[in-house]
């Protein structure tokens, strides 16, 4: 049973009337073929309606959706040989972030991702996709080791955010997402990075820091969640629908701003209503972004890399704008 | 007819029992009370006298205790905040920086200024927590950048203070995005050799705590600073318990391996004096 939101209801209905008519036609009294072929059609109709004006608020549920595929099921399709690599080699393994080397149509990538779980055990298991320092030192590992062996890095973000506890304070959490924002600037292999779902701050950005980062279609990314910052600047949770807006937190407005370096396009309706085609998209995706990429040199590389970083901003001097 | 009746006396304080102290001249200690005069407070460099608080100051007052004689050259000064997302809770993003500029008499949260230390020659980032929480838009990240390229082309050692709730939100994803920014010039100060000193005083949380400010060669904190990734009110909510005492303070992190050491305000000039002799002398 499909989860639907509140403005697929259109959608919701239409499936339901599709259904009753597919359920007459098999009782094979009345020929309704030609019902229900108008009613496919126009379903694709109202999908491509909906979908293509989702507002802020909009995308960042759909980024949620519980059917949505997680890391784990992108890297299964894309590199069915994905071998994990567990631990940072310090504390523990960290199960909001997996890690390991996998062959993409014949080229080793290290593939890093967020990993969220699918019900209330694995959500708890993976800790909801919020990582503790030894998440991203392991990370951070598992990239120096793909430099080593001069692999390409993969890196699939969908996280709320980092995890806000004591033992996460205790070992350093701001310590660790900045050791890796600095260090993955410098690498000297291609860093292609990909928001599957949601890019909640730095928690986000601590796999972040690459030569192309690409956001899939209905995913957000930006400094804070919606409803945190509605309870911020608003003192309420009520306002994250207009906090949502405010952020400009979708995909065409962080490419807008050059922010990010394009978007992945996904199946009609979401990536969970064909996981396996939004694989494939993915997977062509990250071969076309790596082929533009292995033609340079580490040194060009790592210069590109800090020089796209260090022009975003936008202020004024001697009262011109630069952004 | 009121159902009770006031027997005791309301809390209040009788007009001829009020003590009127003139802004400026005397400063009273928010945590021991004790009123100081404001020319000995700033001869013990904002320090309380008698319960060792640090006053929160800004980069005004960083640069008078850590340049000789004063003296300094302010650089970037220039760089004023744009409105990239056209951002209005409240209020209009750009109405709260005119504000802010107004009471504050500042551009943003950040200053940069060169000149010398003890006679060793440094560039200093000092932010002010007076202008809109310290936070950190594109104005203090561009800064931040350029004071490193500057350590960096001239050989000279950076100091970053840290005052700060860390990222600006009212610039969403453009805060966000100083943070990569940073931390990508500082890889480059690094294989420089070039020192940084990250100075971390209190509050220092979030986006700032997330990048620069853990990076230093060397962290270095004032006292009984509040210093974090995540708030401390997000993380009682999160684990739903009270926090334990001294946590996130500056000897909770040195006591974790975060800080190198804690040096009281009055201390500091010297004591990083010291430590840039031993380590560095320009190439």
Known sequence: MTNYLDFEKPVEEMVEQLEKLKETQAKGKVDMSDAIAELEKKLIEIKKDIYRNLNGWQKVQLSRHPERPYSLDYIHQIAPDFIELHGDRQVKDDKAIVGGFGTIDGQTFMIIGHQKGRNTKERQYRNFGMPNPEGYRKALRLMKLAEKFKKPILTLIDTPGASPGLEAEERGQGEAIAKNLMEMAVLKVPVICVVIGEGASGGALGIGVGDRVMMMQYTWYSVISPESCSSILWRSWDFKAKAAEALKLTPDDMYGNKLIDGIISEPLGGAHYNPAEASEILKKEVKKLYKELKELSPEDLIHKRIEKFSNMGSYKENSNLSA | ?283
């Open chain 2, 1 to 283: 007819m009121s159902w009770f009746k006031r027997v005791a006396d309301g809390i209040t304080t009788k007009s001829k029992e009020k003590k009127y102290v003139p802004d400026g001249l005397w400063e009273k200690c928010p945590r021991c009370k004790t009123i100081t005069q404001m020319s000995d407070l700033v001869e013990n460099k904002h320090v309380c006298p008698s319960c060792s608080y640090h006053y929160k100051i800004g980069s005004h007052e960083y640069f008078n205790i850590l340049f000789d004689e004063e003296k300094y050259k302010e650089l970037y000064a220039d760089i004023e905040s744009g409105d990239p997302l056209n951002f209005t809770d409240t209020k209009p993003y750009t109405a709260r920086i005119k504000d802010s500029q107004n009471k504050t008499g500042l551009k943003d949260a950040l200053r940069v200024a060169t000149g010398k230390m003890n006679g060793v020659k440094i560039v200093v980032s000092c932010m002010d927590f007076s202008f809109i929480g310290g936070s950190m838009g594109s104005v203090m990240g561009e800064k931040i950048a350029r004071s490193i390229d500057y350590a960096r082309e001239n050989h000279i050692p950076l100091l970053i203070i840290s005052k700060s709730g860390g990222a600006r939100m009212m610039e969403a994803a453009f805060s966000l995005m100083q943070m990569a920014k940073t931390s990508a010039k500082l890889a480059l100060l690094n294989q420089e050799g070039v020192p940084y000193l990250s100075i971390l005083t209190d509050p220092t949380t979030g986006g700032v705590t997330a990048s620069f400010a853990m990076l230093g060669d060397f962290n270095i904190a004032e006292p009984e600073a509040l210093i974090g990734f995540a708030g401390p009110r997000v993380i009682k909510e999160t684990i739903g318990k009270d926090l334990p005492k001294g946590f996130q303070s500056s000897e909770f992190l040195q006591e974790h391996g975060f800080v190198d050491f804690i040096v009281p305000r009055t201390e500091m000039k010297d004591k990083l004096s010291t430590l840039l002799k031993q380590i560095y002398s320009k190439k």
